[in-house]
Each structure stands twice: as structure tokens, then as C-alpha cells.
């Protein structure tokens, strides 16, 4: 069966100082790969999504970036945080074929201070 | 573009209580649509879906019918737990199982005994 993991489950950072949340899959091959964003009170935003290696696209523009650097790893980094980064941030995959069933790893807290 | 609008939270309840959380959708042609379920601490995980119009999805005593002629696909249950306290997505995706998933903005349900 298929898992997602992603770490660190929680992570509190100053401003000013980077980041770097990572995701891995694992039972499946060429999983599309999303990183969405829970920040308080508003709902889930999708910030990337890859459909393979070294292919990302970003949903919105922001101060993060993400990789995909194997096929079933994404990382989620910053250079340097924004108190406006804090938030609960999520990885995803979906089939290859089947964007729309996706499956969510437990989440990782990011809180900047 | 496709959107979903779901009610706002918190709603609140009392155990055994009948619960209702609304949600409209926008779409062209035939979008799926999807019930997630984020306990406390958690990731999000599929509740329940529906495909095509009158379609009723259920699981765990949660039901949604999917109705083309309102937009809707209201969740319901008739008698709600401790258990259940959690923040619900409603979600659409287009006509093809490539399309992306659009969430809703969440609806926290606080259940008492």
C-alpha cells in the first residue's frame, strides 16, 4: 500500500531564516506531488504541484519554492522566512493518472516568529 | 472558473444532534465532488464522494447527495459524536480524473456531550 511522510511535523523558525519541509512517498511511482498551505482561518491553498521530476509548477507567487530532486520526494523551502509563512503546510500525491484523488501526509506546523 | 463556497463555521452542536454543512459548487460540465475530513493535528482524508448527478456518497454515517439542479452537495448526518469535531473541505474537480482538486475554505464542527 501507499504512505506519504513529511517532516518536521512541527518547526518554529525566526524571521529572516530558511526552511525546508520534506515529503516522501512511498508504494507508488510517478505520484503527482502537490505542497498546500492551511493558514489560519483560510481554508487550504495550493502552492505547488509537480507532475514529475524537476517539474514544478507554482500556484501562486510567494516567498517559498519547492524541488522535486527524486521521483518520489518534494521539499518545500524558503531562504528566508516571513512572519506571513506561519501556518500549517501539507504534502499530497495523487495517481499519475488521477489528480483528482488525492491523499494528504499528517501536516507539518510552521510557525515564524 | 470552477469554484466552491461552503458555510461558515464554527457549527456547533450538542451529541446525537442532526448536522448539516452546506456547499455550492460552479462548475462546467460534470465536475466530481468531495468530502474531506481534517481531525485535530491531522492531515486531510477523503470522507466521501460523488461523481455524477444524483450520485449519494456516504461513509462512517456522513451522506451527500450530489445535486446538479441546486449546485449542492451538502453534507449531512443524523446523529453526530464527539468523535466527529473536525474541519470538513468540500472539493470539485473537473469532468476528467486529470483535473485538480478545488477545496472550499473549511467548516469546523464542534460537537459537545
Known amino acids: 500500500s501507499q504512505t506519504i511522510h513529511q517532516w518536521p511535523a512541527t518547526l518554529v523558525q525566526p524571521v529572516g531564516s530558511p526552511l525546508s519541509l520534506e515529503c516522501t512517498v512511498e508504494?507508488?511511482?510517478?505520484?503527482?506531488l502537490y505542497w498546500y498551505r492551511q493558514a489560519a482561518g483560510r481554508g487550504l491553498q495550493l502552492l505547488f504541484y509537480?507532475?514529475?521530476?524537476?517539474?514544478i509548477s507554482s500556484e501562486v507567487p510567494q516567498n517559498l519554492s519547492a524541488s522535486r530532486p527524486q521521483d518520489r520526494q518534494f521539499i518545500l523551502s524558503s531562504k528566508k522566512l516571513l512572519l506571513s509563512d506561519s501556518g500549517f503546510y501539507l504534502c499530497?500525491?495523487?495517481?499519475?493518472?488521477?489528480?483528482?484523488?488525492?491523499?494528504f501526509g499528517e501536516g507539518s506546523w510552521l510557525t515564524v516568529v | 472558473g470552477n469554484s466552491v463556497t461552503q458555510m461558515e463555521g464554527p457549527v456547533t452542536l450538542s451529541e446525537e444532534a442532526f448536522l448539516t454543512i452546506n456547499c455550492t459548487y460552479t462548475?462546467?460540465?460534470?465536475?466530481?465532488l468531495f468530502w474531506y475530513v481534517q481531525y485535530p493535528g491531522e492531515g486531510l482524508q477523503l470522507l466521501l464522494k460523488?461523481?455524477?448527478?444524483?450520485d449519494k456518497g456516504s461513509n462512517k454515517g456522513f451522506e451527500a447527495t450530489y445535486r446538479k439542479e441546486t449546485t449542492s452537495f451538502h453534507l449531512e448526518k443524523g446523529s453526530v459524536q464527539v468523535s466527529d469535531s473536525a474541519v470538513y473541505f468540500c472539493?470539485?474537480?473537473?469532468?476528467?480524473?486529470?483535473?485538480?482538486?478545488?477545496f472550499g475554505t473549511g467548516t469546523r464542527l464542534q460537537v459537545f456531550p
Open positions: 472539493a470539485l474537480s473537473g469532468s476528467y480524473n486529470t483535473d485538480k482538486l478545488i
Open positions: 499530497a500525491w495523487s495517481p499519475t493518472d488521477r489528480r483528482n484523488t488525492i491523499y
Open positions: 509537480s507532475v514529475g521530476i524537476g517539474q
Open positions: 508504494g507508488t511511482s510517478n505520484p503527482n
Open positions: 462548475a462546467t460540465g460534470y465536475p466530481s
Open positions: 460523488a461523481t455524477k448527478a444524483d
